[in-house]
């Protein structure tokens, strides 16, 4: 018996174990031990030991809490580690399976995260996921409004509304600076239908004006150079509608 102690103290000291001696001293043929056992690699940030006790605990104990516990779990670790494909993947398979446990609201938070962490940097790359994001941080804010996490959701999804409005007008302007008008009425109308008071209107609306009266679209052309002249008179986008429309 005093040697195994020994050789455990050796163990200890050394660190040849990976999971410490704080993890033998748990029972790993338990729900509760083996689930102990997974955080203490969460906790030290080991993330892929972490993820495979995790999914040890889900498999060996189907049927307890913990394996419940383990799956989310598993979704949190690929969100602390940026994975955050892999974590939207989880996140969506945790809600699917377990639509009424007590923090949705979490989950859902952390899922909306995880596609709006996915989203470029800069408008002119894929936004492809930002439609996806809206559609999650909106579903947190509409199902959980008194959620924690309604005041993260809400700034977030409202920057990616606007990273999408900027890529409307990046688009409209690529057509409008190459004089391709045509395009470029379809990308101002379409931005300034969609995306209202985001700061762009007044150049929507100053590029729906010029573009439809260089494809010879009169009536269009005047009923939008009426609209700027209400909502932004004297502005520099009036000026220059003004001097497309002489």
């Not at 949705?104 to 408008?123: A, E, H, K």
């Given at each position: ?68 516990k ?23 398979m ?50 959980y ?18 990273m ?61 150079m009426a ?20």
């Open positions: 018996m005093l040697k195994t102690l020994r050789v455990m103290t050796l163990i200890c000291a050394t660190g040849l174990l990976m999971s410490g001696c704080s993890s033998m001293e748990r029972n790993s043929d338990t729900p509760e031990g083996a689930f102990a056992i997974a955080e203490e690699f969460d906790k030290s940030e080991r993330y892929e030991e972490a993820i495979r006790r995790y999914t040890e605990v889900k498999n060996k104990f189907p049927y307890s809490n913990y394996a419940t383990a799956e989310l779990a598993v979704a949190d670790v690929y969100y602390k580690q940026e994975s955050y494909a892999e974590a939207q993947v989880a996140y969506q945790f809600k699917e399976l377990h639509p009424t446990v007590p923090n949705s609201d979490y989950v859902q938070y952390r899922l909306g995260m995880s596609y709006f962490n996915q989203l470029p940097s800069t408008i002119d790359r894929d936004l492809s996921l930002a439609n996806d994001t809206i559609l999650n941080l909106t579903d947190l804010i509409r199902k409004p008194n959620s924690e996490y309604v005041k993260e959701a809400s700034e977030k999804r409202s920057a990616t509304i606007k999408l409005a900027e890529k409307e007008d990046y688009i409209g302007n690529f057509y409008f600076i190459r004089e391709i008008y045509g395009s470029a009425l379809k990308r101002y109308e379409g931005l300034y239908a969609n995306y209202k008071n985001l700061g762009l209107d007044a150049r929507a609306l100053s590029r729906i004006v010029i573009s439809a009266k260089k494809i010879g679209d009169e009536p269009k052309a005047k009923k939008y609209i700027l002249s209400s909502d932004f008179p004297g502005s520099s986008e009036l000026k220059q509608a003004e001097k497309e429309m002489k």
